[in-house]
């Protein structure tokens, strides 16, 4: 069976500092990968996805970045965190094709200090 | 523009009684729709997912509805249980898509009191 990871689970970071979430998925290969986040009550806004290795699309602009060096890896990052990049980080994958399930990691929490 | 609209923002309602929560899409051209259930602090999980051919599906007391025609949605809780309190999230995916065309909702908040 499928099972997709995240780390940390909680973080806590100064404003300015630099940001490496990790994401991985088991038992399944040529995942399409996501990155969303939840702002406190809010909807879950997508930040990048991915349908291949060193593939990479963004959809809002911001201080943060993805990679995926890996197939079932995906990796986002920043140089320089902001106060409004607190929130809740959360990946998913779904498979190939016009008609695919998505499957949520646990998520973590960040925040900025 | 591609849109998800859920309603109400928030409910509360006493354990064991029903509730049904609303969904309003214009998606474009149409391929499922999803319903989840996020705990507080954790991932989404899936209760039920539906194509433009289906009007109904069940996951226990979960039931949701689709109708195409008027692009509306409806998840029915029935008997309500603590547990069920919970953000549930209605979300559309566009056919042959590409893999960022999956529109969430922003949800609605639902708190179950004994």
């Keep these: 069976s499928q099972t997709i990871h995240q780390w940390p689970a909680t973080l806590v970071q100064p404003v300015g500092s630099p940001l490496s979430l990790e994401c991985t998925v088991e038992g399944t290969s040529n995942p399409n990968l996501y990155w969303y986040r939840q702002a406190a ?11 291949g290795i060193g593939q990479i699309s963004s959809e ?8 995926r060096p890996q197939d079932r890896q995906f990796i986002l990052s920043s140089k320089k965190l902001l ?3 607190s929130g809740f980080y959360l990946c998913a994958w779904t498979g190939q094709g016009a008609f695919y399930e998505q499957y949520f990691g646990p998520g973590t929490r960040l925040t900025v200090t | 523009k591609n849109q998800v609209e859920q309603s109400p923002q928030s409910l509360i309602i006493l354990e064991g009684k029903n509730c049904t929560l609303q969904c309003n899409y214009t998606v474009s051209p149409f391929s499922n729709l999803r319903w ?13 997912i539906m194509t ?18 008027t692009k509306q949605s409806s998840l029915h809780i029935t008997a309500s249980q603590l547990s069920d309190s919970a953000s549930y999230i209605c979300v559309v995916s566009a ?12 949800g609605t908040r639902l708190s179950i009191r004994p």
């Excluded at chain 2, 705990?39 to 039920?48: C, F, H, K, N, Q």
């Design chain 1, 41 to 51: 009550g809010r909807g879950l806004q997508l930040l990048f996805y991915s349908v």
């Design chain 1, 60 to 67: 809002v602009p911001q201080n943060l970045s993805a990679s």
């Design chain 1, 83 to 85: 106060l409004s990049d």
């Design chain 2, 36 to 48: 989840y259930k996020q705990d507080t602090g954790r991932g989404p999980v899936s209760l039920t």
């Design chain 2, 52 to 69: 433009f051919s289906e009007n109904t599906k069940s996951n226990g007391r979960y039931t949701a509805t689709l109708d195409a025609d």
């Design chain 2, 95 to 106: 056919r042959r898509s590409s893999a960022s065309k999956i529109i969430f909702g922003s």
